[in-house]
């Protein structure tokens, strides 16, 4: 079974609004999450991570929340911008592994 | 600033054929990642390598894969007879230190079609 998942295929905002995307996993043994943001036609980009010991992390307009009691994982974005637009997956790394086990996407539209 | 890159960009075969993608880490990386995203669907791990051997690989990376690294610079990816459930993009990723110290850089991808 898959590990790793996101709750809602699409996401549709309009500019300037905020943005939660959230993602569920299932392995307690995943020690290290991870937010990528995918474009059409390149690979993925990393945008945050956060490991099983914080519950909340902070970049430039993006935030990421943990919360391991219910394997929850949210991916917030502020004033949300046409360039935001992408596919967004959560993954994780089991602790001490390597392979980053990834969800299965939400594409985020954004219209002006 | 410094990137993965991969070649080809797509490649065309015929099934049953051998295919070589190749790719250039970043660097000073020092692990280095194959992944592969089926159109329309989620990026999967194939396997990671570090000191010249393979670290962890999935139940995807079976007999008809296989990774080298051939000099100081390339990383490949063998597909030894393709099939045709073998055509989807595939990543080449690498990190700096291990995957749970440092963020994993992906390239562009390879775009495999088997006929």
């Known amino acids: 079974g898959e590990s790793v998942g996101l709750h809602l295929p699409t996401l549709s905002v309009q500019e300037g609004d905020n943005s939660i995307i959230n993602c569920a996993y299932s392995n307690s043994a995943s020690d290290y999450f991870i937010w990528y943001k995918q474009e059409s036609g390149k690979g993925p980009q990393f945008i945050i991570d956060?490991?099983?010991?914080?519950d909340k992390r902070q970049g430039q307009r993006v935030t990421v929340l943990l919360n391991k009691t219910v394997k929850h994982l949210s991916l917030q974005i502020a004033a949300t911008q046409p360039g935001d637009s992408a596919v967004y997956f959560c993954?994780?790394?089991?602790?001490?592994?390597?392979?980053?086990?990834f969800g299965k996407g939400t594409t985020l539209s954004v219209s002006s | 600033e410094p990137e993965v890159t991969q070649t080809p960009s797509h490649q065309v075969t015929q099934m049953g054929q051998e295919v070589i993608l190749r790719c250039v880490p970043i660097s000073n990386h020092l692990y280095f990642y194959w992944y592969r995203q089926i159109l329309g669907q989620k990026v999967e791990f194939l396997v990671s390598f570090y000191n010249n051997e393979i670290s962890e690989k999935s139940e995807i990376f079976d007999d008809q894969f296989s990774v080298e690294r051939p000099d100081g610079s390339n990383f490949t990816l063998k597909i030894r007879s393709t099939k045709l459930e073998d055509s989807a993009m595939y990543f080449c990723a690498s990190s700096e230190n291990q995957p749970q110290r440092s963020e994993q850089f992906f390239g562009p991808g390879t775009r495999l079609t088997v006929l």
């Open positions: 956060i490991r099983s010991n914080m």
């Open positions: 993954a994780e790394i089991v602790q001490a592994g390597t392979a980053l086990i």
